[in-house]
């Protein structure tokens, strides 16, 4: 079966700090694709970063970042600089079958 | 914006009713994935219709079903509502499965 587990149902920093979420999943698939998504308040989701299982180099969008290790089945993000428009539930998320499995989300909170 | 657009954005249904929602999927997109999103949950994958056909199932009973047009608008169809249905339904359009678009959601409350 393939899972994704989130173990982190909520957190909280202060404006400006670096956090970083995590995520483990399990599939038997060699080649696959993993993301990040952000749920805000208005509930649309919006993909933050992507990263395929292929490439070793962990991928980067301007503050966000990812730690991809492959044979431990984790795949966590980490957002530098927090600002407060980051507040907001996150997902990691893989695709399997060509659909996308989700975890249960972190809350995270910005601090002003 | 993603150009992908749900309506209603909410709704309040009764049990045994019967709701439609609606997605108007990106230009170009010719794939539509619905999931279902219960409060405090992550999204759990519906259906996914290509081209007008069902191209894959979640694990969902069939009064949940579905339909995608020729302009690859689609709709998702609940018959028998339950309360256990009140969910955000989202709605994702796709060209490859890996860049997928998601909607504002509909709120459905089974009252």
């Known amino acids: 079966a393939q899972t994704v587990t989130q173990s982190q149902p909520e957190m909280s920093v202060q404006e400006a700090e670096t956090v970083t979420l995590s995520c483990t999943y399990d599939?038997?698939?060699?080649?696959?694709?993993l993301f990040w998504y952000k749920q805000p308040p208005s509930r649309q989701m919006i993909l933050v970063i992507r990263?395929?299982?292929?490439?070793?180099q962990n991928a980067t969008e301007n503050r966000f970042s990812v730690n991809f290790q492959k044979a431990a089945k984790s795949f966590s993000l980490k957002i530098s600089d927090s600002q407060l428009g980051d507040t907001a539930m996150y997902f990691c998320?893989?695709?399997?079958?060509?659909?996308?499995?989700f975890g249960k989300g972190t809350r995270l909170h910005i601090l002003p | 914006e993603t150009g992908v657009t749900q309506s209603p954005t909410h709704l309040i249904k009764t049990r045994g009713q019967q709701v439609t929602l609606r997605c108007s999927s990106q230009?170009?997109?010719?794939?539509v994935s619905w999931y279902q999103q219960a409060l405090g949950q992550g999204p759990q994958f519906i259906f996914q219709?290509?081209?007008?056909?069902?191209?894959g199932r979640g694990n969902f009973p069939p009064r949940f079903s579905g339909l995608q047009f020729p302009n690859y608008s689609s709709e998702l169809n609940v018959n028998a509502l339950e309360l256990d249905d009140s969910a955000l339904y989202l709605c994702?359009?796709?060209?490859?499965?890996?860049?997928?678009?998601f909607g504002q959601g509909t709120r459905l409350t089974v009252v």
């Open positions: 990263q395929e299982a292929y490439k070793q």
């Open positions: 994702a359009s796709s060209e490859r499965p890996t860049e997928a678009f």
């Open positions: 998320a893989f695709i399997g079958d060509d659909k996308i499995i």
């Open positions: 599939t038997s698939e060699n080649n696959y694709y």
């Open positions: 219709y290509y081209r007008e056909e069902e191209n």
């Open positions: 230009s170009g997109h010719n794939t």
